[in-house]
């Protein structure tokens, strides 16, 4: 690819159990102003009609690459199609999510501009599983900032000052190229497996370019993995994807920075808090020690976790007051 050049680009999919969303999934990709140089499919051990659906699918449509194996996870599924993948830049989204018709002509115009980025950020919305004539969009992961910046952590705490730090990869489009000088790979978790990889991207990236357009339209469903999860493994993946960033930090030999850390990972440290007073997740005895230190850094610079951490009982109370004020005024 030269500089000058349209960049290819490989759409990555992992599929368990999407039939009754691929078919929307699949049109708004073969809608694009600009369409994605090939779109690869990876079922992780479906046992619902995806597989035959999507065969019948390729059968039309010959840039779709549908590769199958056995249940593996989100992580093993997304480095199979990694592999496969020709593209310049990949993008990886889910089987049960649409993205608007202008994303990649958006993304090779910005790429025009700006041959060196490495990285196209964007924000989302997202919409209840009901049909698409009741549906009501509401804006999620926006992006507060526009333009180009260079990698790193001045960049990145900038991001993070705006609410613009996401942590999910669906919110960016990426150079293969910088996804192979870094050696990156999915950590084999089922949540927070999308954290330090994007970490290691905004830190490590040439330039990148953010766009407070949303393209990408993500359905939500209680039986989803991130919302479903009711043990403690929820809070070991944050420990788990937290040690990935500080190993990272130290094999490209950054400064150890434990404040920015925190600010990435806040928002997860907030939801292992409340996830075990919430379902009253028992915290295994080898991993008490983090949780008591997690429990002392969260706390202290917030007011309403504490409540929750020390009085439960006291919170729920007060959230059910608060609910039911909230009812009675919409009535009114």
């Given amino acids: 690819m030269t500089s000058r050049s349209a960049p290819t680009l490989s759409v990555i999919i992992p599929n368990w159990n999407c039939a009754p969303w691929l078919p929307e999934t699949m049109q708004s990709l073969l809608r694009q102003r600009s369409p994605a140089d090939e779109i690869i499919v990876i079922d992780d051990g479906s046992s619902d009609d995806s597989v035959a659906w999507l065969t019948a699918f390729a059968a039309q449509h010959p840039q779709l690459k549908l590769l199958r194996g056995n249940r ?55 919409f209840f599983d009901v049909p698409a004539a009741q549906r009501h969009y509401q804006t999620i992961h926006q992006r507060h900032i526009s333009g180009l ?41 089922q949540n927070h497996e999308d954290a330090p990889f994007m970490f290691a991207l905004y830190m490590q990236a040439q330039s990148f370019y953010c766009t407070s357009h949303s393209y990408y339209y993500k359905r939500f469903m209680l039986s989803s993995l991130s919302q479903s999860t009711r043990d403690f493994s929820w809070v070991k993946n944050y420990f788990i994807a937290r040690d990935s960033s500080e190993q990272f930090m130290r094999e490209k030999q950054l400064p150890q920075d434990d404040a920015l850390l925190d600010d990435y990972y806040q928002t997860i440290m907030h939801g292992c808090l409340a996830q075990i007073r919430k379902h009253r997740i028992t915290v295994p005895a080898e991993w008490q020690l983090r949780v008591n230190q997690l429990v002392r850094r969260v706390l202290q610079h917030n007011s309403r976790l504490k409540l929750l951490w020390y009085c439960p009982a006291l919170f729920n109370g007060l959230q059910a007051c608060r609910n039911r004020i909230k009812r009675y005024s919409a009535h009114r």
Avoid: N
């Fill in 72 to 126: 593996g996870g989100v992580s093993a599924a997304r480095m199979k199609g990694l592999a496969a993948a020709s593209g310049d830049f990949v993008y990886f989204m889910d089987a049960d999510d649409f993205v608007s018709g202008d994303l990649f002509a958006d993304f090779r115009q910005v790429y025009s501009q700006h041959p060196a980025l490495e990285l196209f950020c964007f924000g989302a919305k997202m």
């Fill in 149 to 189: 910046l260079p990698g790193g952590s001045t960049s990145l705490r900038h991001l993070m000052q705006h609410q613009s730090a996401h942590r999910v990869i669906w919110s960016s489009i990426i150079s293969r190229r910088l996804i192979d000088r870094l050696a990156l790979s999915f950590l084999p978790i």
